[in-house]
């Protein structure tokens, strides 16, 4: 397995001002750090924390990108044009183009096809909801995710890939997976990828964790051997507590 990964989902926060200067002073607090930093940063500020990014260990992404690589799709932005700008990696399938742009996991898997087709790293993110864990569907739902979004995925483009654990239930409502409750979904999720790509790549697939990441929970839930890295959402959006999660992986 790689080094711990840890990455920051910004969602709609940020002008391209305000992350250069969220680079410049987040850089040198974790210029050292053995974990490696992903920055998921609006479309207008790519470019910028790209060059405020160069010379540093911190990688600059996108958080959607569409399936094709040109045409009249008005609003929307292609690997290309992500690439161009400086983005090295996107995040695709997160709780929130799922459930509030309807996105479906047919149109996710052509987006993870796409970013590997142009050089971008895919962050597939999955995870189930309230109601699906209340009724003790959670495996059902990570199965069929997994299943979906990655049947046209080769092996060899999915050593290339970033798993994503987000319950949705989780996300910006403090509640947070218990270090046990997030390691036994992760050894499903490889347990899936394995009969999908088979144990060698399975075994050496990065697995994060994302719901509600603090300074304060890092620790627990990154003693859990599944865990290989966390998606950052709110604690991510200033600099202190997001250096001190990078330290604690």
Request: charged share 25%; glycine share 6%; proline share 4%.
């Amino acid at each position: 397995m790689k080094n711990s990964i840890v990455i920051a989902n910004w969602k709609m926060y940020k002008t391209p001002s305000e992350t250069i200067s969220f680079i410049q002073e987040l850089a040198p607090l974790v210029d050292k750090s053995s974990a490696e930093i992903f920055l998921a940063v609006p479309f207008t500020s790519i470019a910028a924390a790209y060059e405020a990014a160069k010379d540093t260990n911190i990688l600059i992404g996108a958080q959607n990108m569409n399936d094709a690589t040109e045409g009249a799709f008005t609003g929307e932005i292609a690997a290309v044009m992500l690439k161009e700008a400086g983005a090295e990696f996107v995040l695709l399938g997160h709780s929130e183009r799922r459930t509030l742009f309807h996105e479906t996991d047919p149109l996710i898997n052509r987006k993870v096809k796409k970013a590997l087709e142009d050089d971008l790293i895919p962050v597939l993110c999955v995870g189930e909801s309230s109601k699906e864990r209340d009724e003790g569907k959670t495996e059902e739902v990570l199965q069929r995710q997994l299943e979906a979004d990655l049947s046209t995925v080769t092996e060899e483009e999915a050593s290339k890939m970033i798993i994503a654990y987000e319950p949705i239930w989780a996300i910006g409502t403090g509640k947070t997976a218990t270090p046990a409750m997030a390691a036994k979904a992760h050894g499903f999720i490889r347990k899936c990828l394995s009969k999908i790509f088979g144990k060698k790549i399975a075994d050496k697939f990065p697995i994060l964790y994302g719901g509600s990441v603090k300074p304060d929970n890092i620790a627990s839930l990154m003693q859990e051997e599944e865990i290989n890295g966390v998606l950052v959402g709110g604690a991510s959006l200033q600099v202190k507590p997001f250096s001190d999660i990078i330290q604690s992986c």
